[in-house]
C-alpha cells in the first residue's frame, strides 16, 4: 500500500528531545542557561525562538530572535532544515539523551543564511517547487494560490495536520494526466551535505545503494534512517514520499554505518 494514513499521523506527531543552552559568553546576566523542550520533528527551529526567547529573558536580559543563531559542536545549525533532519544528522543513533543546541548572540555566520520570517517562507516553498518539479514537472506548484502556500506554512507552525495534508496531497498525487516522473529524496551520507538524483516511483532503497556508493567503497553495514525510523532495503521511493516525506515534500534519509564519524551541522 503506498499511501498509509496512520504512519502520515504518527510522523507528524513524533517529537524528538532538544536541550536549549545559552552560550554564557553572550548572555552573562541570565541566571538559567538550559531549556528542555520537545519539539515537532516536521517543524523548524524558528518557530519556537519566540518562545525560547521568552523563557530566557524572564532570567535576565531580553532576548531578541531576529538576534539569535544555533550552534552544535561549535558548528552553526542550518536553521532552515526540519528539526527531524538535524537531529538525526546530529545525534548518535542508539541515544536517548536530548540534542544539546547551543544558543549564540549576533549575526549568524557568513556561510549560514540570516534568518527572518520572510527567509524561512522562501526557503521552504523553494524546496515545495523543486521537489515537484521532480514529480510533475512543476505543474502542480505553480498552480497553488498564496492563500495555499500559506496554509502550507501555517500548518507547520500551528501544528495542523488536516490543513496541511488537504494541500500538501494535491503535491503527491498520481493520476493518467499528470503523473509522477521522479521522487524528492535527499540522501545525507556525511553531515549536512546531501546527495540527489533522479529517482523513480518503484525503485527501491536496494536499488540505489550502488549509486549513492559509486565513488567510494560501500560499507557492508548501511542503515538508512528517516524520521528516526529505520527504513527497510525493500522499501520504495514511491512509498517513502507519499508516507514519510518531511513538509518541505522531500524524503530526507540519513545513511549510518559502524564505519561512519559523526558529523556537525
Not at 498552480?143 to 507547520?156: A, C, F, H, M, V
Not at 529517482?199 to 567503497?217: G, H, M, R, T, V
Request: charged content about 25%.
Amino acid at each position: 500500500m503506498d499511501d498509509d494514513y496512520q504512519v502520515r499521523r504518527l510522523v507528524w506527531d513524533a517529537e524528538v528531545p532538544i536541550m536549549f543552552i545559552l552560550e554564557k559568553e553572550d548572555f552573562p546576566t541570565t541566571s538559567n542557561d538550559t531549556y528542555l523542550m520537545s519539539l515537532p520533528r516536521i517543524s523548524y527551529f524558528p518557530f519556537y525562538y519566540k518562545n525560547i526567547c521568552n523563557f530566557f529573558s524572564s532570567f535576565g536580559e531580553p532576548m531578541n530572535e531576529l538576534d539569535i543563531y544555533l550552534e552544535h559542536n561549535s558548528a552553526p545549525v542550518r536553521w532552515y532544515y526540519p528539526i527531524g533532519v538535524i537531529h538525526d544528522i546530529l545525534s548518535n543513533k542508539n541515544s536517548i539523551e536530548p540534542l544539546q543546541i547551543i544558543i549564540r548572540k549576533g549575526s549568524s555566520p557568513d556561510d549560514i543564511i540570516k534568518y527572518t520570517p520572510i527567509e524561512l517562507e522562501a526557503i521552504f516553498m523553494q524546496s515545495v517547487k523543486e521537489a515537484d518539479h521532480l514529480k510533475h514537472k512543476g505543474k502542480i506548484s505553480s498552480r497553488l494560490t498564496r492563500e495555499e502556500s500559506k496554509k502550507l506554512i501555517t500548518g507547520i507552525s500551528d501544528n495542523r495536520f488536516d490543513q496541511f495534508w488537504d494541500i500538501h496531497s494535491k503535491l503527491i498525487s498520481s493520476t493518467p494526466t499528470m503523473p509522477i516522473f521522479h521522487m524528492p529524496i535527499r540522501f545525507y551520507k556525511s553531515g549536512t551535505c546531501f546527495l540527489q538524483f533522479l529517482i523513480k516511483p518503484n525503485d527501491k532503497l536496494s536499488d540505489l545503494i550502488d549509486i549513492i556508493y559509486k565513488d567510494e567503497a560501500r560499507p557492508n553495514d548501511l542503515k538508512f534512517y528517516c524520521h528516526g525510523i529505520l527504513i527497510p532495503p525493500s522499501t520504495t521511493a514511491k512509498y517513502l514520499v507519499n508516507n514519510l516525506t518531511y513538509p518541505d515534500s522531500f524524503a530526507h534519509l540519513v545513511i549510518y554505518s559502524e564505519k561512519g564519524d559523526d558529523e556537525n551541522l
